[in-house]
């Protein structure tokens, strides 16, 4: 199976108070966006595509491997991934979505995303269970019911689809739409999406915090 790999980069790094992009922060040295892009190849993918804020080319260019292709970024997740998909080369059976924020995402987790679709499911995310309580809050901030929590999963990154799936669905979203991953595109297209195991290292860096856990996890 020929798979593209598509990383997610062109955030801004407001919320980790840094004032280069969060895919540039450096982890045990080595920027997120060259972690994730490494665990893309390591795991099966056989090119990557990486969407990037359009002024910091040059910066991102200069910590990637040559081969791996830049687009400029849009002003949402959504408008980035639409970017970046359109770079895609048009042979490739399957793409794997994946956020820079999600550094120390083990390349088991991409095998396994490939290997769902190599038997034969059109989308497919990795999850991992929840095992907190559970509830609905309000806009007054009071409890409005119970969520079961044996039936809900936390989504994690790469996220594989049919190439071809992928991109109808992105197709016939409007053009401003901002969702939060790829499985929500293609769910709005009525496509059924598979799961397997996540990994908890697969956590997503948002504030200082969890870098400051990340470089912890690099040591040990
Ligand atoms: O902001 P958040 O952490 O949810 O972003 C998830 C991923 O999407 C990050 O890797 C970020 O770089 C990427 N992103 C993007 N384009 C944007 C906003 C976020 O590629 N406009």
């Given at each position: 199976?020929?798979?593209?790999?598509?990383?997610?980069?062109?955030?801004?790094?407001?919320?980790?108070?840094?004032?280069?992009?969060?895919?540039?922060?450096?982890?045990?040295?080595?920027?997120?966006?060259?972690?994730?892009?490494?665990?893309?190849?390591?795991?099966?993918?056989?090119?990557?595509?990486?969407?990037?804020?359009?002024?910091?080319?040059?910066?991102?260019?200069?910590?990637?491997?040559?081969?791996?292709?830049?687009?400029?970024?849009?002003?949402?997740?959504?408008?980035?991934?639409?970017?970046?998909?359109k770079a895609?080369?048009?042979?490739?059976?399957?793409?794997?979505?994946?956020?820079?924020?999600?550094?120390?995402?083990?390349?088991?987790?991409?095998?396994?995303?490939?290997?769902?679709?190599?038997g034969g499911?059109?989308?497919?995310?990795?999850?991992?269970?929840?095992?907190?309580?559970?509830?609905?809050?309000?806009?007054?901030?009071?409890?409005?019911?119970?969520?079961?929590?044996?039936?809900?999963?936390?989504?994690?990154?790469?996220?594989?689809?049919?190439?071809?799936?992928?991109?109808?669905?992105?197709?016939?979203?409007?053009?401003?739409?901002?969702?939060?991953?790829?499985?929500?595109?293609?769910?709005?297209?009525?496509?059924?999406?598979?799961?397997?195991?996540?990994?908890?290292?697969?956590?997503?860096?948002?504030?200082?915090?969890?870098l400051a856990?990340?470089?912890?996890?690099?040591?040990?």
């Amino acid at each position: 199976m020929h798979a593209v790999g598509i990383v997610a980069a062109a955030g801004s790094g407001l919320r980790l108070g840094s004032d280069v992009p969060k895919a540039l922060v450096p982890l045990a040295g080595r920027p997120l966006v060259r972690w994730a892009v490494d665990t893309l190849l390591a795991g099966g993918v056989a090119e990557v595509v990486v969407a990037v804020p359009a002024a910091e080319r040059d910066a991102f260019a200069a910590v990637l491997p040559d081969r791996v292709v830049l687009v400029a970024g849009g002003s949402s997740r959504t408008a980035s991934v639409r970017a970046a998909l359109k770079a895609v080369d048009s042979s490739a059976d399957a793409v794997l979505v994946h956020d820079a924020a999600r550094p120390l995402t083990p390349p088991d987790v991409v095998t396994r995303v490939l290997a769902a679709l190599a038997g034969g499911a059109r989308a497919v995310v990795p999850v991992l269970p929840v095992v907190d309580t559970t509830v609905a809050v309000g806009a007054d901030g009071m409890i409005t019911g119970a969520l079961p929590r044996e039936q809900i999963r936390r989504v994690q990154t790469p996220q594989g689809f049919h190439r071809a799936t992928l991109v109808e669905a992105y197709r016939r979203l409007p053009a401003h739409a901002e969702l939060t991953d790829d499985a929500a595109v293609v769910h709005t297209a009525k496509v059924r999406v598979a799961t397997v195991d996540g990994d908890e290292r697969a956590a997503k860096v948002t504030v200082a915090h969890d870098l400051a856990l990340a470089e912890l996890q690099v040591r040990v």
